[in-house]
């Protein structure tokens, strides 16, 4: 095994052959992706020269894409993101919660993502919150952090959404905490029948409004009888909603957040090899106690199925509901913070944090600083900083 092994290295090899195959079925999005995963981190993208503030080792550092969906830009979204959101976190339990759109579903979901994930979102948000508020669950309001994921291992497409829910809610005059069983959250039975209903009502009137659309195999659903038959047959299968046992503290669930915002379809770090025309990588079979084996897809296939997970220009797929929301979360946990009798998070001093690991000396561990830089349409073996020399 390689430990240099990337995405990129596979798109680099085979994308040309890709694109020239599947010209008249690739789109916009997926083939800039590609491009972006290509070029992230080399001299086409332009780069940058670092020197060390303490010790004076210079090295030079090529341009990230930034691109969501690439493998090598996640890292340090990821860690900011959740520096943002470490003063969010508050002393009590959090819940796992996921709602996952069954098969039937799904294909309609790939070939209307924008439209799908806006339903699928809407509707686990509207489940939560209605059961949370009812009397005899919880009766409170509560807030939550939704992310959107659209893969399983073994990059089949498989959309469902991760909710981090904390155990306690807000009584509706907002005098008192409201708290769940400590473990137990809300009854997963009566989460999964609402989402069904929710969901299936909303892609019903979306299709009487002509805003979906059928193509390949699913075409046939375009037919009212064939749709309805389809919507008809998924209300009558149980859709999957589980929740995990609650975390043992607000430093787990941000450990565990850090794994999930931000991941992407697969890591470079599960690729295991590349033979002639195949590659090779790393997956857990849940369907047998989460048993790690190895799996080897023609390069075409490959490629194939890390496309399926490209997300539409514009689409969030992070996003806070209810005590979380954005428009009033300061309120609401400053306000959560004095019902819970906690002090407020420490404000850390700008010149206290670290800088960021990209930005960090690999000899000495000091702060890395840019002397020079130069832009794609600028020779990459002459960069601004020798001009003077």
């Known amino acids: 095994m390689s430990a240099r092994l990337e995405v990129a290295d596979i798109f680099r090899r085979y994308g040309k052959r890709y694109r020239q195959t599947h010209d008249g079925h690739l789109g916009r999005v997926e083939r800039r992706v590609m491009s972006a995963v290509e070029m992230c981190r080399t001299a086409r993208l332009g780069g940058h020269v670092q020197q060390c503030q303490d010790c004076d080792t210079v090295r030079i550092a090529y341009n990230?894409?930034?691109?969501?969906?690439?493998?090598?830009?996640?890292?340090?979204?990821?860690?900011?993101?959740?520096?943002?959101?470490?003063?969010?976190?508050?002393p009590v339990g959090y819940f796992h919660v996921v709602f996952t759109l069954p098969?039937?579903?799904?294909?309609?979901?790939?070939?209307?993502?924008?439209?799908?994930?806006?339903?699928?979102?809407?509707?686990?948000?509207?489940?939560?919150?209605?059961?949370?508020?009812?009397?005899?669950?919880?009766g409170a309001e509560i807030g939550f952090i939704a992310v959107l994921h659209s893969w399983g291992q073994n990059l089949h497409y498989h959309p469902h959404l991760h909710c981090i829910v904390p155990g306690v809610g807000?009584?509706?005059?907002?005098?008192?905490?409201?708290?769940?069983?400590?473990?137990?959250?809300?009854?997963?039975?009566?989460?999964?029948?609402?989402?069904?209903?929710?969901?299936?009502?909303?892609?019903?009137?979306?299709?009487?409004?002509?805003?979906?659309?059928f193509f390949g195999d699913i075409a046939g659903l375009a037919d009212p009888a064939a749709f309805n038959r389809t919507v008809r047959d998924a209300r009558r299968i149980d859709w999957v909603v589980y929740a995990k046992p609650p975390f043992a503290g607000p430093r787990q669930v941000?450990?565990?957040?850090?794994?999930?915002?931000?991941?992407?379809?697969?890591?470079?770090?599960?690729?295991?090899?590349?033979?002639?025309?195949?590659?090779?990588?790393?997956?857990?079979?849940?369907?047998?106690?989460?048993?790690?084996?190895?799996?080897?897809?023609?390069?075409?296939?490959?490629?194939?199925?890390?496309?399926?997970?490209?997300?539409?220009?514009?689409?969030h797929r992070i996003r806070h509901y209810g005590l979380l929301a954005n428009g009033h979360r300061q309120l609401k946990l400053d306000l959560c913070r004095k019902l819970l009798n906690v002090p407020p998070p420490p404000v850390e001093e700008p010149d206290a944090k670290p800088p960021p690991l990209a930005h960090r000396c690999p000899c000495c561990g000091g702060a890395m600083a840019i002397i020079g830089a130069w832009t794609p349409r600028q020779p990459a073996c002459r960069p601004a900083w020798n001009d003077s020399s």
């Open 254 to 315: 941000l450990a565990y957040l850090g794994r999930y915002t931000h991941r992407i379809a697969i890591s470079n770090s599960r690729l295991v090899s590349i033979d002639g025309d195949r590659v090779a990588f790393r997956w857990k079979d849940y369907r047998h106690q989460g048993q790690q084996k190895v799996m080897t897809l023609d390069a075409d296939e490959f490629i194939r199925r890390f496309l399926l997970h490209t997300l539409p220009d514009g689409l």
């Open 170 to 213: 807000l009584s509706f005059d907002q005098s008192r905490w409201v708290a769940c069983r400590k473990s137990f959250f809300l009854p997963v039975r009566v989460l999964s029948r609402l989402f069904r209903r929710l969901f299936l009502e909303e892609l019903k009137q979306a299709y009487d409004q002509d805003q979906l659309r």
């Open 103 to 138: 098969q039937q579903i799904a294909g309609i979901a790939f070939q209307n993502k924008e439209k799908v994930y806006t339903i699928l979102f809407r509707a686990v948000s509207e489940t939560l919150r209605r059961i949370a508020a009812d009397p005899r669950h919880l």
């Open 64 to 90: 990230s894409c930034r691109n969501r969906h690439c493998p090598k830009c996640q890292g340090q979204a990821s860690r900011d993101w959740l520096a943002a959101r470490q003063a969010d976190l508050l």
